[in-house]
């Protein structure tokens, strides 16, 4: 009995995200992904025209689970300060609860760090980074407009601070080098970024380009 088109598309999608956790992206091959799926190979392309394809797809699926649940939060009617707190937590309790998931997310930082890399690999995770900073930088515009935040914060820069203290916390969590998610973590990084918002100096805001 054959698989509608939609199952088919699911299995060779868990199958080359089985793959990619344990090789990675360059000893993966299509033949393992078509043996895993329990298909033929040359299905796999009626579905995805490459490995890089089949990868950025792979990681699209990842990283639409983590967008859903943060445009959520941006949307609620949650202040400003709680956004952001609830963000973290999001973000980390996403991350804590599939290290696989978290792999995948560190292969395609590798990938997007060399110059020969396959744009259909990594353009799914360098279109949520920009989707992300928007995203932040509305919520810290909120915050400002809401007098939660001070006239002189600039969002740009806020939003790329929180990307950046979020991408370091994760990679030590994905990396199992002794930070454990806990609590206290989550409850001192909110406190932490919070007031550093509330409290960054006129003259650190003056940035262009950002």
């Known amino acids: 009995m054959s698989r509608p088109p939609g199952k088919r598309r699911e299995q060779i999608l868990a199958a080359a995200g089985r793959a990619f956790d344990e090789y990675g992206y360059a000893r993966t091959t299509m033949e393992m992904v ?21 990868f950025g797809q792979v990681l699209s699926e990842v990283l639409s689970i983590l967008e859903a649940s943060s445009l959520v939060i941006a949307g609620s009617s949650m202040g400003a300060a709680e956004k952001i707190g609830a963000l973290i937590e999001e973000i980390f309790s996403f991350i804590d609860q599939a290290e696989s998931i978290g792999r995948v997310i560190i292969e395609a930082w590798a990938l997007s760090s060399r110059q020969s890399s396959d744009d259909a690999a990594i353009a799914p995770q360098r279109e949520l980074y920009a989707r992300w900073r928007e995203l932040i930088a509305g919520i810290l515009a909120q915050g400002v407009a809401d ?3 001070p006239e002189h914060l600039e969002p740009r820069i806020g939003s790329a601070v929180f990307m950046a203290m979020c991408d370091g916390m994760i990679i030590q969590v994905i990396l199992n080098v002794g930070l454990e998610v806990t609590p206290d973590l989550m409850s001192g990084m909110k406190r932490g970024f919070i007031a550093a918002l509330r409290n960054i100096p006129p003259e650190q805001t003056d940035i262009e380009n950002i």
């Open 34 to 54: 078509a043996e895993l799926a329990g298909v033929a190979k040359g299905s796999i392309y009626n579905y995805f025209a490459s490995k890089a394809d089949l």
């Open 147 to 149: 007098g939660e935040f």
